[in-house]
């Protein structure tokens, strides 16, 4: 049976490219896909999702869900996404079926197939600690939770500290660590860990393919801020690891941790505390993949990538 999940994103090129495999990946039934602001304002953010979504045209049409446009995000340390949010490729604009709130769509979602649903979680926390703020009792009914974000040792990228997901959002990051539900996060530290180098241009989908034209006109600026912004030759994709590890756990080393989020401190505000004192006064209450095969991971992705690629 596929696993049914709900991404949430904040398009934003790993976004964007982890939305395009989870769509035509056989092994998912992608129910929901919904946007948050983040990388972008949350306007561009689910102006992204729709247009991305409508260029795909994939075989079973999820839900989509319109980011929440009252919310106040810290000033972001550096954008590697581009204005648009996509690498500057200005996708057409798409205006789908419906348009309901984010929220809303999390939570029918839960409530339509109760404790069958995994949250992907790929941007700012502040959607789902929305859902649990009005509705606590989804807790029962949510299927698992796996989060791209938080540090493990404490490596981040919007400081020193702390990883840009939790930084846009601290107190959503530490309300949704301290709910009582399944949840796995997949840090900085472990997806930073997969790189590619510029030989991915040339192992993309066709050209001619929906997915491949999306994916060949958005990468290269990846590569570009990477190198401007990063000082680096190759790139991350963070949010298309999570995907993986909800596809592929396998490929990860899991512990169970117990650890909270740091919500006050200039540079710590969103810094994932976890109790590793030998006498640990914490309870375990989430699981951290703290290593993965790195090479088996990239290789999901390549196959995951031409998956998209044949279906478009
Ligand atoms: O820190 C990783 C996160 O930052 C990812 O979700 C990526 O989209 C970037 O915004
Ligand atoms: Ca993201």
Known sequence: MPRKVILDVDPGID?????????????????AVTASGGNVAPEQATANLQAL????????????????????????????????????????????????????????????????????????????????????????????????????????????????????????????????????????????????????????PRESSRAGAILRAMLPHAFRAHRQLLGSEGISLHDVVALVAVTNPELFERSTVAADVETGGELTAGMLVVDRRTVRQWRPNLDLLTACDTAAVKDCILRGLAAAGAGT
């Not at 976004?15 to 129910?31: C, G, I, Q």
């Not at 990051?173 to 539900?181: D, G, L, T, Y």
């Open 53 to 204: 979504v409508g260029i795909l045209d994939p075989p079973r049409l999820p839900r989509l869900g319109a980011a929440p446009t009252d919310t106040s995000w810290p000033a972001k340390p550096f954008n590697m996404h581009g204005a648009d949010g996509l690498g500057g490729i200005d996708l057409p604009r798409a205006r789908l079926h419906g348009g309901h709130a984010s929220e809303k769509v999390i939570w029918e979602t839960f409530h339509a197939h109760p404790r069958e649903v995994t949250f992907v979680a790929l941007a700012p926390l502040t959607n789902l600690s929305r859902v649990l703020a009005r509705d606590p009792a989804i807790v029962e009914v949510v299927g698992e939770v796996v989060v791209a974000g938080g540090t493990a040792h404490g490596v981040g990228n919007a400081t020193p500290a702390v990883d840009f997901n939790f930084y846009c959002d601290p107190q959503a990051a530490r309300h949704v660590v301290r709910e009582p539900m399944a949840k796995t996060l997949v840090p900085l530290d472990t997806t930073g860990h997969v790189t590619f180098g510029f030989d991915l241009l040339e192992q993309l």
């Open 15 to 31: 976004d964007a490219v982890a939305v395009a495999m989870a769509l035509f990946d056989p092994r998912l039934e992608v129910l």
